[in-house]
């Protein structure tokens, strides 16, 4: 029962907090009018432009919010799954296989600091300017987190549990697969969620690659043609879509991790 009242008192918070936000907002800009609309535009505006954009509207940017949205989907995740894909077995080979992390992890210390966004000139050389250097982007931006993450896992596996499933007579894999992996999974889908919120953040970037259409393109042809509102619907929808995405994520977090809720 207090569970439950805690979790709704959280609820009751958050929604405090997002309606204290909104109403300093419309009270600097439509109330007051301490700030100029060209500036920063009002909740009502923004949410007229929203419903605008969502319902149809094509203009300022040739599309609708949702066909925008779709293109950054389509863009964000092939890039994320592609990085997860090939970050999390390497961050387990990696910290499994002492040979193999002998030589793989120098070249991965190197490649690690360097920004996502740096890539963006060898993707245009490599991949050219369409959906594949945008990929190409996106997925050094996740394979780093989730490579990182995999590797302190499975480095975090206590060696009484692989004695005592040795003493049992387990097989190296049996003890990657049985115990291992299993007490890495929390540091593995905490990696996935990183790796997601890195991938949206090099989103707008990677949109900047002769994109015509995106969540990111929307953001900078508002922003050459002056209009806030449209620049703050799509910082909202980024936003929300990838709050909605940590959200499953951890879900999946709480259903297939032992101790989960």
Avoid at 17 to 22: A, K
Wanted: contains cysteine; positive net charge; hydrophobic residues 55%.
């Amino acid at each position: 029962m207090k569970e439950i009242a805690a979790k709704y008192k959280y609820r009751i918070l958050s929604v405090c907090s997002v309606i204290t936000v909104l109403f300093i907002w419309e009270m600097a800009t439509d109330i007051l009018h301490l700030i100029s609309p060209m500036m920063l535009p009002s909740p009502a505006n923004v949410l007229d432009t929203f419903v605008y954009k969502l319902t149809g509207g094509v203009n300022p940017d040739g599309a609708t919010l949702l066909q925008h949205i779709a293109a950054s989907m389509k863009i964000a995740l092939g890039g994320y799954v592609v990085g997860v894909l090939i970050g999390v077995p390497l961050g387990i080979a990696m910290a499994w296989s002492r040979k193999f992390e002998m030589f793989a992890k120098p070249l991965f210390d190197v490649i690690r600091p360097i920004p996502a966004l740096a890539w963006i000139p060898l993707m245009i050389l490599w991949l050219g300017i369409g959906y594949w250097s945008k990929v190409g982007i996106i997925f050094f931006a996740a394979f780093i987190s989730a490579t990182i993450n995999s590797y302190a896992g499975i480095k975090r596996t206590s060696q009484v549990h692989l004695w005592v499933a040795r003493t049992f007579g387990a097989s190296n894999r049996q003890m990657l697969f049985k115990v291992a992996i299993p007490t890495a999974l929390p540091m593995i889908f905490t990696g996935l969620r990183l790796a997601l919120g890195s991938s949206w953040v090099a989103l707008v970037a990677a949109e900047l690659l002769a994109a015509t259409r995106g969540l990111g393109y929307m953001i900078q042809v508002a922003r050459m043609l002056g209009r806030p509102d449209v620049i703050i619907v799509g910082m909202i929808t980024i936003g929300v879509i990838g709050y909605l995405l940590s959200f499953i994520l951890e879900k999946l977090q709480n259903k297939f991790v032992k101790g989960g809720k």
